[in-house]
Each structure stands twice: as structure tokens, then as C-alpha cells.
């Protein structure tokens, strides 16, 4: 499984930008999906994720109702929007998959190269 993530910028505080991850090498439907996030000088951490067939769907806290992560399974591709965009948003955004039928906030066997999202206040 190969995971190429896009979409990441520059953005000023209060914009949006929404990332994309393209599923290759296995059907993406096969596939639960995640985000995860790193800032500079902190540990990677867990951001949204997306079951197979959508019927669950979970955020970390500081990011509800700002975020929201949906899926195309016939395009292999999942996205992530993000709207009102924070400096504390700043961090290389990676895309994760794992086989499991159950969505996690750790585990992931399957892991995209990043892309950068800097937000300026």
C-alpha cells in the first residue's frame, strides 16, 4: 500500500485548506484511513480518522468542528478538510491505513510522506 498525501500551504489564521491522501497498491474501500499531525519539537499525534465504509468517524478534541474527513473509495482517495485554521494547526499532516475494520488512534500499519500546513496568525 502506497499513500501519497497533497494539499498542504501556507494559510493565514482563520482560512482553510483541505489535504488529500491517494490510495495505491490496494483498494482503498479495504482500508480504514487516518490523519495524524506533527508540529516541530513535538510528538506525532493522532488527528481524525475514517472507517471503510464510513460509518465511523472520529476526531481528536481540539480539531472537532473544525475539521471534518470524508472519503471517495471509487477515486482511492481521502481528504481532509480543514476551516478556521489555527497557528497551532502548523505541523506535517500525514495520511495512515490499516486492514482493520474498526477505526484507532494508534496502530497503522500503512504511512504517507507528509505534507506541510503552516498557518499564520
Known amino acids: 500500500v502506497q499513500l501519497q498525501a497533497s494539499g498542504g500551504g501556507l494559510v493565514q489564521a482563520g482560512g482553510s485548506l483541505r489535504l488529500s491522501c491517494v490510495v495505491s497498491?490496494?483498494?482503498?474501500?479495504?482500508?480504514?484511513m487516518a490523519w495524524f499531525r506533527q508540529a516541530p519539537g513535538r510528538e506525532r499525534e493522532f488527528v481524525a480518522a475514517i472507517s471503510r465504509y464510513l460509518d465511523n468517524i472520529d476526531f481528536v478534541d481540539s480539531v472537532k468542528g473544525r475539521f471534518t474527513i470524508s472519503r471517495d473509495n471509487a477515486k482511492d482517495v481521502v481528504y481532509l478538510q480543514m476551516n478556521s485554521l489555527k497557528p497551532a494547526d502548523t505541523a506535517v499532516y500525514y495520511c495512515?491505513?490499516?486492514?482493520?475494520?474498526?477505526?484507532?488512534?494508534?496502530?497503522?500499519?500503512?504511512w504517507g510522506q507528509g505534507t506541510l500546513v503552516t498557518v499564520s496568525s
Open positions: 495512515a491505513a490499516d486492514g482493520r475494520f474498526e477505526i484507532g488512534r494508534d496502530g497503522y500499519d500503512y
Open positions: 497498491g490496494r483498494p482503498s474501500a479495504t482500508l480504514s
